[in-house]
């Protein structure tokens, strides 16, 4: 079992930058890559970035150039560095964990942007 908790969310004016922290803990040594996923009111749940176990890294189209994502192993920690904040950001994030194929989720931070 992998448990994730996030961290960071909060309110921002457009523009803005925030930065959310995932810290993994239990069974993690298999774990094959961590990622963001956000749902905004009445939407379906979206990818928004991944970082493998390797580095590599990955970003949905809405958010390249803004975000980014960072790891840092000896806390098993992954980052999502947020800039040029729009109010469209606006949702929960969720921390993803992928092991072994099977998806493990955080709890969720809100992010809200204001116009």
């Known amino acids: 079992q992998v448990q994730l908790v996030e961290s960071g969310g909060g309110l921002v004016q457009a523009g803005g930058s925030l930065r959310l922290s995932c810290a993994a803990s239990?069974?993690?040594?298999?774990?094959?890559?961590m990622g963001w996923y956000r749902q905004a009111p009445g939407k379906q749940r979206e990818f928004v970035a991944a970082?493998?176990?390797?580095?590599?890294?990955n970003y949905a189209d809405s958010v390249k150039g803004r975000f980014t994502i960072s790891g840092e192993n000896a806390k098993n920690t992954v980052y999502l560095q947020m800039n040029s904040l729009k109010p469209e950001d606006t949702a929960v994030y969720y921390c993803?964990?992928?092991?072994?194929?099977?998806?493990?989720w955080g709890q969720g931070t809100q992010v809200t942007v204001s116009s």
């Open positions: 970082i493998s176990t390797v580095g590599s890294t």
């Open positions: 993803n964990a992928v092991q072994n194929f099977r998806n493990y």
């Open positions: 239990g069974s993690i040594f298999s774990i094959n890559a």
